[in-house]
């Protein structure tokens, strides 16, 4: 037998044997979920909730938004999770999502539009049963949003304090702010993920698109950054199927990113950042990793952050500096102000044979019981039905 044909017998028993091991291992009478790995600790920590509720048992495979749906479409899954939002090509040729919600007739006037995406709060619709064949009866539902947050290792200088104004200093730290509003945020990202930008390029465009700085203080920075031998940025990205970097693609319109190191999981970003001066992405339950005093610092966007480790209150940046935002509490500001986020979408079909499971799974999602976790992952709820209206499907 040649080394080839040896090498791919192997690999063929070895998924065999896998399959047949998780086969075991998952309980009898088992409902099967899966798809991105983002959504993975939530669904975690919710599927054992609810086991210890009902004693029902769901198990989530993480596999990736990609594998979700199409897990969805070949009934591998009884419902699929994906942490991007819905468009036209999120399910293959030939399926569509069930349009005809009917929302209670109290709430006749509850849905509205966002581009072509329509929307149905989840406890205003009657639920979702359709006469619709199975290849058009597929349902999306909204229930989280989650916030990312651009990190960063800095170089040591990035660290150092200049003085400013009146008994204040400044580092380049808290200067690293990226304004997407008017796209000169946006094209930092772009040059730094491009690969065509080291660390000083991006801290002498920080100092010159700061419009409040006097002239001295720019001066001392510039002259800081002039006294640095050139440091190349090293970025990070998630793998192809992943949800968070299709998000953060959609969000900075990054799409290419062929000079970056490619991790398989927001811990792994972490962990991977840690070693040396870089650039990445994460998403909001994954801040709780990073402390104040840490090698990894979060930026800024479009004047607001989040808050990390143990804080509990965002901030905005006000004369310079980072003020705690009061009267308002992180899901209020992710929902109402905080611009880079995402959804946490379950897609599902109504002929599925475990529909009235995961309904009952979808209103213990949408109770108080529920709460605690989404707040341990950093997620705000946010239950709401979507569909495509217009256009057609890939």
């Known amino acids: ?13 070895s998924v065999i044997l ?8 998952v309980p009898k009478n088992s409902i099967i979920l899966g ?21 029902v048992d769901f198990v989530y495979n993480s596999t990736g938004s990609q594998a979700g749906v199409s897990g969805v479409e070949k009934d591998m899954y009884s419902a699929g999770f994906i942490s991007k939002d819905i468009n036209e090509g999120t399910l293959t040729k030939g399926n569509t999502f069930f349009s005809d919600f009917k929302p209670k007739s109290q709430y006749a006037d509850s849905c509205k539009t966002q581009g072509s995406i329509k929307e149905y709060d989840f406890d205003k619709v009657e639920e979702p049963h359709s006469g619709e064949s199975r290849d058009k009866s597929y349902v999306a539902l909204e229930f989280a949003i989650d916030a990312i947050g651009i990190i960063y290792n800095s170089p040591s ?4 304090e200049i003085k400013y104004g009146e008994n204040k200093v400044l580092t380049l730290n808290d200067l690293m702010n990226f304004d997407l509003e008017n796209g000169s945020g946006k094209k930092m990202i772009s040059d730094i993920y491009s690969g065509s930008k080291n660390w000083e390029d991006i801290a002498y465009e920080l100092i010159i698109q700061n419009k409040s700085l006097d002239e001295a203080t720019k001066n001392d920075f510039i002259n800081l950054i002039n006294s640095q031998a050139k440091q190349k940025i090293v970025t990070y990205t998630r793998e192809d199927g992943s949800g968070t970097r299709s998000a953060f693609s959609d969000l900075t319109g990054v799409k290419n990113m062929p000079n970056s190191n490619v991790v398989n ?44 480790g143990e804080e509990e209150k965002p901030f905005e940046f006000i004369d310079n500096e980072w003020v705690e935002i009061e009267g308002k509490n992180v899901d209020e500001f992710i929902r109402d102000t905080y611009t880079f986020k995402r959804p946490f979408i379950t897609i599902f079909n109504t002929h599925s044979d475990k ?34 209206i217009g256009g057609t499907y890939a």
């Open 18 to 25: 896998g399959l047949w091991i998780w086969s075991a291992a």
């Open 157 to 160: 200088y990035w660290g150092q």
């Open 35 to 55: 798809g991105s790995t983002s959504v993975n600790p939530f669904m975690q920590k919710l599927t054992k909730e609810y086991h210890d509720e009902t004693k």
């Open 265 to 308: 999981s927001n811990g792994s970003m972490i962990e991977n950042m840690q070693r040396a001066p870089s650039v990445g992405y994460v998403s909001n339950a994954f801040l709780k990793q990073l402390t104040t005093d840490g090698p990894i610092n979060l930026a800024g966007i479009d004047d607001y952050k989040l808050p990390i």
């Open 1 to 13: 037998m040649s080394k080839k044909i040896s090498i791919i017998l192997l690999i063929f028993l």
């Open 355 to 388: 529909y009235d499971e995961l309904m009952k799974l979808f209103d213990f999602i949408n109770s108080e019981k529920s709460d605690n976790v989404f707040k341990s992952e950093g997620l705000v709820k946010n239950m709401k039905y979507k569909t495509i």
